[in-house]
């Protein structure tokens, strides 16, 4: 790429706390030398400058919410070449997908006093229910290093490597024992996808899985290991539905417990 | 001027967290109408939280916001303590201080040297900014991931910390682990201390107001997470009355849900509010700092908050430093607490201003109602009435010189629409 023109990235935000493009300034020590190999081209949380598309890559945030939203989405897929949904909100509906298993005029009129003006759809879903994704990165929120890793790797046409296997891995490299075997402490470990690092098992606490379904999880299976342990129904069924709770493996195990 | 209307309009507000949009209307050179739109979506936070176990309160709330998840941990577990009748006293205590402090470093030096610096100096932003002043951004960069690195550290990671729970935390360090972090909080507390110089001395519009600010006053500390709620013009009550005091609106030129002082009206949260209340319980170094660069005991001009930012951001690092220097490790990293029938009330300085959280729970401690008052939502009333006051100043300015300015008015506020949203109305109507 070099001497040719920048290749101009876009981010854009949807129903979402603004944590995982928050992560992009984050990476304090690379911000400018990447700002300096792309052109941020469309980025309001820290630019007023916009420039128009088309873009090379569009990094997209949060769920799909309303109405106006489900036809942004469009406006964004058509004018990128490459679109990465950013954590788990745009990549399963977020910890507002559990308006999904409620009714969503119950919801409103919790939180407002005048639910007539709240113009909201029955669900928050994922991009992907929408558009096509060419790369969903996971998390709640995302790990930086791994954005930094799926910026490089579409912008040099070549797939990110970022691990679909279970956070048990990450425990096992970075030496971490086993919490729910020495410990007893409950842990959602095994069936959740690998990108944190296994932070919560090397602080002492279980898995709660911010980073959602792994490939192939075998949820049935460590549901009965938390039933023999003591958890009851109603845990269970909150373990699943948190941040993830709208991915087809959580929502089905919450769902077979409900 | 010739006498017509004017619309200055901003479809989408940049520098801000979260969506929202300006709108101001001027006819033969008089204000008619200001609104500072909100199109974030809902999130409906309160709703979710009914029937949730009081343990994951902390988790759950840190989603409202990207940008000070520890807030909403601080907010949710105390107003659970509060609930359940406990109060932490040592270490643990000390230990919630220090990662508040590495949260208000992170997002205010965010605020300014990423948002709000590049207005004062006309750059779009901060990597623009970069090119003709690349120390300076760099230095605010470093600054900001000693902010992360506390809260890294101490809660796991820097967004939506994994390790402050209801009793305490996870785990906690022998005295030895946070070494290294010290030294570099050394550095940190210098170059806090160039960002004071360096903010005091930018170019400031004569803006001097009259508000009301209400923040914490903790008998001998700058307040993090206690206090009594007070303001300048008597408010004096215990965080436990919020709710027979502020009330939210609807105001006929709007159609956010304004929170205002049932006494009074308007009122102003953050920085500049804790600043002009707390003044006298900064540490020396803070203190000595702030009137070194010309900013006196109390600022009413609100486009200041950048240099009271840095003041405060200055006083993060001591009172860092301070709580490292005196710290033993706690003798368990929390106590185990058994659910009641309760309710429980807290209310912390955020980054950006007062966050009132109350929970009732059940005996087995399900969450039967919460109820969440983030900064901006107070504040947004505040920020629309400078915008009255500030554009009749400046009619003679061209189009998208008034325009930039009255977002650079708005970002004074460095508000944080993410975290209001759950709680304004939502107004899709598009200027």
Same mark, same amino acid.
């Given at each position: 790429m070099a001497g040719k023109k920048k290749p101009k990235v876009a981010v ?5 706390? +603004? ?5 992009l300034?984050?990476c304090?020590?690379e911000?400018?030398a990447v700002a300096e190999a792309i052109e941020i081209a ?12 088309p873009y090379d890559l569009s990094l997209?945030? #949060? ?17 990128s070449k490459f679109l990465v949904?950013? #954590? ?17 005029? +119950? ?9 007539? /003006? ?16 060419d790369f969903?990165l ?9 954005l930094v890793e799926v910026v490089s790797a579409y912008l040099k046409d070549r797939k990110p490597v ?32 690998? #990108? ?6 090397? /602080?002492?606490?279980?898995? /709660? ?18 039933? +023999? ?16 709770? /709208? ?10 417990? +409900? | ?11 989408? $507000?940049?520098?801000? =967290? ?12 008089? %204000? *008619? ?10 999130? @409906? ?8 176990? !009081? ?33 932490? =006293? ?29 207005? !004062? ?39 939506? &910390? ?6 305490? @935390? ?89 929170? %205002? $002082? ?8 953050? &920085? ?64 185990? $607490? ?16 007062? $966050? ?23 504040? *947004? ?12 100043? @400046? ?11 009255? =977002? ?24």
């Amino acid at each position: 790429m070099a001497g040719k023109k920048k290749p101009k990235v876009a981010v854009w935000k949807f129903a979402s706390c +603004d944590g995982c493009q928050l992560s992009l300034l984050d990476c304090e020590d690379e911000l400018l030398a990447v700002a300096e190999a792309i052109e941020i081209a469309n980025f309001p949380e820290a630019s007023r400058a916009v420039v128009k598309g088309p873009y090379d890559l569009s990094l997209v945030e #949060g769920s799909i919410t309303t109405p106006h939203d489900e036809e942004r989405i469009h406006q964004v897929r058509r004018s990128s070449k490459f679109l990465v949904t950013i #954590g788990a909100c745009a990549t399963a509906g977020g910890i507002q997908a559990l308006r999904n298993f409620k009714d969503v005029q +119950d919801f409103v009129s919790i939180v407002y006093a005048t639910p007539d /003006y709240i113009d909201t759809l029955a669900k928050s879903s994922a991009i992907s229910d929408h558009v096509r994704v060419d790369f969903e990165l996971r998390g709640c929120p995302i790990n930086k290093y791994q954005l930094v890793e799926v910026v490089s790797a579409y912008l040099k046409d070549r797939k990110p490597v970022t691990p679909a296997h279970s956070v048990c891995v990450e425990c096992k490299r970075r030496g971490t024992v086993c919490v729910m075997v020495s410990q007893g402490t409950l842990c959602m470990g095994p069936v959740v996808h690998a #990108g944190c690092g296994a932070i919560c098992p090397a /602080y002492d606490r279980g898995c /709660y899985g911010c980073f959602g379904p792994k490939e192939t999880p075998n949820t049935e299976s460590l549901s009965e290991w938390f039933k +023999d342990h003591g958890m009851g129904n109603e845990e269970l069924v909150r373990a699943y539905r948190s941040f993830n709770a /709208y991915a087809t493996p959580f929502r089905k195990e919450s769902e077979r417990h +409900d | 001027m010739t006498k017509k209307t004017r619309t200055i309009k901003v479809d989408y $507000l940049a520098r801000v =967290e979260g969506e929202g949009a300006l709108y101001i209307k001027i006819k033969d050179d008089v %204000v *008619q109408d200001v609104k500072l739109k909100i199109f974030e979506p809902p999130r @409906f936070f309160e709703a979710f939280l009914q029937g949730r176990d !009081f343990r994951e309160a902390p988790d759950i709330t840190a989603r409202i916001c990207g940008i000070c998840p520890v807030a909403y941990q601080m907010s949710a577990i105390h107003a659970m303590e509060n609930a359940l009748g406990i109060q932490l =006293e040592g270490p643990l205590r000390e230990i919630r201080r220090l990662m508040y402090c590495g949260e208000w470093i992170e997002s205010h030096v965010l605020h300014i040297y990423m948002l709000h610096a590049p207005d !004062f100096l006309g750059y779009e932003d901060a990597v623009r900014m970069a090119k003709d002043h690349k120390e300076i951004v760099e230095r605010g960069l470093q600054l900001k991931k000693i902010g992360n690195e506390i809260v890294s550290l101490v809660g796991g990671r820097e967004i939506h &910390p994994i390790n402050a729970r209801v009793g305490g @935390f996870y785990k906690v360090f022998a005295k030895t682990e946070f070494d290294g972090l010290k030294e570099r909080l050394k550095w940190a507390r210098d170059a806090a201390l160039e960002t004071v110089r360096w903010t005091a001395q930018l170019p400031f519009p004569e803006f001097e107001q009259d508000y009301e600010f209400v923040a914490l006053r903790h008998p001998e500390e700058y307040p993090f997470n206690e206090g009594r709620l007070v303001s300048n013009r008597g408010l004096d009550i215990a965080v436990a009355d919020y709710e027979n005091h502020f009330v939210e609106e609807h105001v006929e030129h709007s159609n956010a849900l304004h929170s %205002v $002082l049932k006494e009074r009206d308007s009122y102003f949260v953050g &920085p500049m509010a804790r600043y002009n209340l707390n003044f006298e319980r900064l540490s020396p170094l803070a203190q000595e700092a702030a009137l070194e660069s010309g900013l006196g005991r109390e600022c009413n001009n609100p486009f200041k908050s950048i240099v009271v930012r840095s003041v405060e951001v200055l006083y993060a690092c001591d009172e860092a430093l301070r709580i490292l220097e005196s710290y033993e490790k706690p003798d368990r990293p929390h106590i185990d $607490l058994e659910p009641r029938e309760s309710v429980g009330y807290s209310c912390t300085e955020a980054p950006r201003g007062i $966050l009132y959280h109350r929970y009732s729970i059940d005996a087995q401690g399900r969450i039967l109602n919460a109820r969440i008052v983030p900064p901006t939502s107070q504040n *947004q009333k505040t920020i629309e009435n400078d915008l009255w006051k500030f554009v009749p100043k @400046f009619l003679d300015l061209p189009e998208e010189k008034l325009t930039w300015q009255c =977002e650079q008015a708005i970002r004074n506020y460095d508000p944080c629409i993410s975290c209001a949203t759950h709680f304004l109305k939502l107004d899709l109507e598009r200027v």
